[in-house]
């Protein structure tokens, strides 16, 4: 049974540029969230999509974007790359929104802005 | 204030021993409480959960949760050297009020010596 899968597992983009990471949730589940793990830090909560909406979002800017695919997998969009954007970016899924366990992370995708 | 505070670490202790990891928080409409083990380059993987005060146990896994103190712990028995993570506590509110995304603490890094 696969967990969630994520990809690309590294990248690496300049300053400026535009980045889509992509994330497929565990079979079963239909919601996913994001999350930014910085350096030495815990996971900030980016947003969560359902039902191909975005239900909940932290405390990110507008640079931050996502998409859920009726398939139920999600692509997370960043805009306009800054050097603070270097980070591991996790996906999560679950069987329902606002379960407060069953959440499964992927290995997630680091990204490197230069 | 940080709304959930945990000690970073390391934490070094000797194989066979008692490990206790704790966070505390600011939030009092936090309800489930998670604590998740991260190894290195990987996503973070659910250990423990507890829905509002009370303990839990698991193996050799014991989550207590203490919400007059606004105080978790998680106590590891017989640690082992492949117990040697970082330990995440997160939590969250009830569903629907807007509060699906977790909050976490930074984690804790574990070493257990053989």
């Known amino acids: 049974d696969a967990g969630v899968t994520q990809s690309p597992t590294h990248l690496i983009k300049t300053r400026g540029q535009q980045v889509t990471l992509r994330c497929s949730p565990k079979?079963?589940?239909?919601?996913v969230s994001w999350y930014q793990q910085a350096l030495g830090q815990g996971p900030q909560f980016i947003f969560q999509?359902?039902?191909?909406?975005?239900?909940q979002r932290g405390n990110f800017p507008d640079r931050f974007s996502g998409h859920q695919f009726p398939n139920y997998s999600s692509e997370l969009n960043v805009n306009a790359l800054l050097l603070g954007d270097s980070a591991l970016y996790l996906c999560?899924?679950?069987?329902?929104?606002?379960?407060?366990?069953?959440?499964?992370f992927g290995s997630g995708t680091r990204l490197t802005v230069v | 204030q940080k709304e959930v505070e945990q000690d970073p670490g390391p934490l070094s202790v000797p194989e066979g021993a008692i490990v206790s990891l704790n966070c505390t928080y600011s939030?009092?409409?936090?309800?489930?409480f998670m604590w998740y083990r991260q190894y290195s380059r990987k996503g973070p993987e659910l250990l423990m959960y507890?829905?509002?005060?009370g303990n839990k146990e698991d193996g050799r896994f014991t989550a207590q949760v203490d919400k007059s103190s606004k105080y978790i712990s998680l106590f590891i028995r017989d640690s082992q050297p492949s117990d040697s993570a970082t330990y995440l506590c997160?939590?969250?509110?009830?569903?629907?009020?807007?509060?699906?995304?977790?909050?976490f603490g930074k984690g804790t890094h574990l070493i257990i010596q053989p």
């Open positions: 939030n009092s409409a936090f309800q489930y």
């Open positions: 507890t829905y509002s005060s």
């Open positions: 999560a899924s679950s069987l329902v929104p606002g379960q407060g366990y069953g959440y499964t």
């Open positions: 997160a939590m969250k509110g009830e569903s629907g009020g807007g509060a699906d995304g977790l909050t």
């Open positions: 079979s079963g589940h239909d919601t």
């Open positions: 999509y359902y039902e191909e909406e975005e239900r």
